[in-house]
């Protein structure tokens, strides 16, 4: 994880070389991201995505094909064939071997509610931010659209990989991020306060609701924090 977050972050700092049209210092940071973890080579193919015009109607059936192709389990055969007809390194397939037959079951808590609440939100959030583009100032639209195309790359290889081979969907997580920013955009261009709160207390309750069931799993590890006002104070607990 921590690996991974940090090539993340460095992905991130190149949107601006994206926005920029500079190449160079994209690449550059795609390498030294790479070299901490290799999921984030992917991200490469942000510089040309971002510019790309997609109508409304196209994201949306691009999204659908992509949940149809995941629930199907297409992408698993597809996996499984790749590595005994085409070959891999002995590490590389049986990682990949191993997350396929495992599936969801590496998942936090219970895994087959944690995809039913991806499904869910981005049920809710991906209509809203598609839909949301044309309340968007003019003056941010072309970051707000090529933000929207990256995102919908990144679900839609959530949505074919997610039940068969997990491992791959972090592929997706650099991608994934760009909601963060779509969702402060749009809630910043609507006019109606009301409509602002309401969309926001929703995302408030579905993040703590998440944040829950990951951390659920793991209570009995938590150690709480002692301090000066508890009424047995053992400073040499530990």
Known sequence: SVRQFTAVSICLFGLQYIEGRKF???LCCIL??????????LFLVAYWLYRFKWSDRTLSILLIVGFIVGLIGISGWAIQLAVNVIGVDAATAEKLLKYGDEGLETSH???????????????FILPLLIYGKRYVPLVVL???SGYLNLLMLG???YFIFI??????????LPFLYMEIFLLAYLLTSLDDFKIKVFILILIMVFGAFRLYLFM???????VPFQTIFNEVYDPLRY
Request: proline share 10%; no cysteine.
């Open 142 to 144: 072309p970051r707000y």
């Open 216 to 222: 659920s799993p793991y209570m009995d590890l938590y």
């Open 32 to 41: 030294l991201a790479t070299s901490i973890h290799i999921s984030t080579a």
């Open 155 to 157: 679900n839609v290889i």
């Open 109 to 123: 808590s219970n895994p087959y509610l944690s995809y039913a609440l991806g499904i869910l939100k981005r049920a």
């Open 24 to 26: 160079s210092p994209f």
């Open 163 to 172: 039940l068969s081979v997990p491992v791959i969907t972090r592929l997706a």
